[in-house]
């Protein structure tokens, strides 16, 4: 991956951001399932992002949260040397607090090619803060180069995760959330699984774990959180798997191995 994907990334995440932010104010609201919310910006946001990047990579797949192109191509998937690069977009993460007006939403794109997620663009158009990474050269906001905390103590820390819609009070989801939050310093649900991992990248959060989020929640954040310093696996310490997103990601190997302990019981 290269600036020529960056800039085109880039372009396209600016172009998803103003089909959000023109429907700010009176956005059209649906319910895919129960508490799993769409609104008309997330659709007009992801056909404004798509119509970019194919024009600049047309010969590249393509996965999105919205539409039904939620499934990679199986030779994607698979890593296989001859699959085509694949575009994985998230035009807005954070649905729930665009409908609220509270900020904190996102837009998300990665690239994912050889096995592995290699490029990130997330935005946050509230906050004008400009979130990427390429694989093996570093995480920036705004330009400015990223790095995540030196926290090793979980005692002393600032942990995010995220719950699944509609999650009941017997779910494994909140047996995790009781016992982190009895052994952090606080404990937030932010409601960006890609903020979150910026976060982490830029020390403002010193770790998150998610067990039910999409590949196209993390695909960014991943590479951004990577590129950071930050360590990454699954929640239970077995290898992450970019398209079946469960993982931990801490700014330390101390802290993480710390959380670890805390997810996997």
Same mark, same amino acid.
């Given at each position: 991956?290269?600036?020529?994907?960056?800039?085109?990334?880039?372009?396209?995440?600016?172009?998803?951001?103003? =089909?959000?932010?023109?429907?700010?104010?009176? +956005?059209?609201?649906? %319910?895919? *399932? $129960?508490?799993?919310? /769409?609104? #008309?910006?997330?659709?007009?946001?992801?056909?404004?992002?798509?119509?970019?990047?194919?024009?600049?990579?047309?010969?590249?797949?393509?996965?999105?949260?919205?539409?039904? =192109?939620?499934?990679?191509?199986?030779?994607? +998937?698979?890593?296989? %040397?001859? *699959? $085509?690069?694949?575009? /994985?977009? #998230?035009?807005?993460?954070?649905?729930?607090?665009?409908?609220?007006?509270?900020?904190?939403?996102?837009?998300?794109?990665?690239?994912?090619?050889?096995?592995?997620?290699?490029?990130?663009?997330?935005?946050?158009?509230?906050?004008?803060?400009?979130?990427? *990474?390429?694989?093996?050269?570093?995480?920036?906001?705004?330009?400015?180069?990223?790095?995540?905390?030196?926290?090793?103590?979980?005692?002393?820390?600032?942990?995010?995760?995220?719950?699944?819609?509609?999650?009941?009070?017997?779910?494994?989801?909140?047996?995790?959330?009781?016992?982190?939050?009895?052994?952090?310093?606080?404990?937030?649900?932010?409601?960006?699984?890609?903020?979150?991992?910026?976060?982490?990248?830029?020390?403002?959060?010193?770790?998150?774990?998610?067990?039910?989020?999409?590949?196209?929640?993390?695909?960014?954040?991943?590479?951004?959180?990577?590129?950071?310093?930050?360590?990454?696996?699954?929640?239970?310490?077995?290898?992450?798997?970019?398209?079946?997103?469960?993982?931990?990601?801490?700014?330390?190997?101390?802290?993480?191995?710390?959380?670890?302990?805390?997810?996997?019981?």
């Amino acid at each position: 991956m290269d600036n020529d994907h960056l800039h085109v990334a880039v372009e396209a995440a600016r172009a998803g951001a103003r =089909e959000l932010m023109a429907r700010y104010a009176n +956005r059209v609201v649906s %319910e895919k *399932a $129960p508490k799993d919310l /769409v609104t #008309d910006a997330d659709l007009a946001a992801q056909a404004a992002i798509r119509g970019i990047l194919e024009t600049g990579y047309p010969d590249y797949a393509f996965v999105g949260e919205e539409e039904g =192109e939620t499934e990679p191509l199986a030779s994607v +998937r698979a890593g296989d %040397e001859d *699959a $085509p690069p694949c575009w /994985v977009v #998230d035009p807005l993460d954070g649905t729930v607090n665009y409908v609220h007006r509270l900020g904190g939403f996102a837009v998300s794109i990665a690239l994912y090619a050889r096995g592995k997620m290699r490029l990130g663009v997330i935005y946050d158009p509230t906050s004008e803060e400009w979130f990427t *990474a390429i694989d093996g050269q570093g995480a920036r906001c705004n330009d400015r180069p990223m790095k995540s905390s030196d926290a090793t103590d979980l005692s002393q820390s600032l942990v995010a995760c995220s719950f699944r819609a509609g999650v009941t009070a017997d779910s494994p989801e909140v047996g995790r959330f009781a016992r982190v939050l009895e052994r952090c310093r606080s404990l937030r649900r932010l409601g960006s699984c890609a903020l979150n991992m910026c976060y982490v990248a830029d020390g403002r959060l010193d770790a998150y774990w998610a067990t039910n989020v999409a590949a196209w929640d993390s695909a960014a954040g991943t590479v951004i959180a990577r590129e950071a310093g930050a360590v990454l696996t699954g929640y239970d310490g077995h290898e992450f798997d970019d398209w079946l997103p469960k993982f931990c990601v801490a700014a330390t190997p101390e802290l993480h191995s710390a959380l670890i302990e805390q997810l996997s019981v």
